[in-house]
């Protein structure tokens, strides 16, 4: 990985933490995320919830299509198990205030 995309990883977790603890979910980036076998996840949660942060330049416009007027996406690839899609404030409010 060259030393452009693993900043630009850096920086995008760096960037979701601050937004997340600025909504009073608290996270954390967990220390060399993706180097060490036994520190799973980018972002590490209260609870112990573990988060991924992905930043590409190119994005399937299906999934912003999708929450155009919705608040999630469920996505599914052949043979996968169904994932979920949302915009961070959605997020956001279902998850802040520690779960309510």
């Known amino acids: 990985m060259s ?3 693993k900043t630009k990883g850096y920086l995008g977790e760096w ?3 601050k937004k997340l603890n600025k909504a009073n979910i ?3 980036r967990v220390p060399l995320s993706g180097s060490v076998w036994s520190m799973r996840g ?3 949660f209260k609870d112990g919830t573990l988060g991924e942060v992905k930043r590409r330049k190119c994005i399937n416009k ?3 299509d999708m929450l ?3 608040t999630f996406g469920f996505i599914r690839g052949d ?3 169904w994932i979920v ?3 961070l404030p959605d997020f956001v409010e279902l998850y802040g205030e520690e779960g309510k």
């Open 42 to 44: 980018d972002i590490r």
């Open 26 to 28: 608290p996270c954390i």
């Open 15 to 17: 960037e979701i933490v």
């Open 62 to 64: 299906l999934f912003y």
């Open 79 to 81: 043979g996968k198990d």
């Open 85 to 87: 899609v949302m915009k």
């Open 3 to 5: 030393k452009k995309s």
């Open 68 to 70: 155009e007027e919705a």
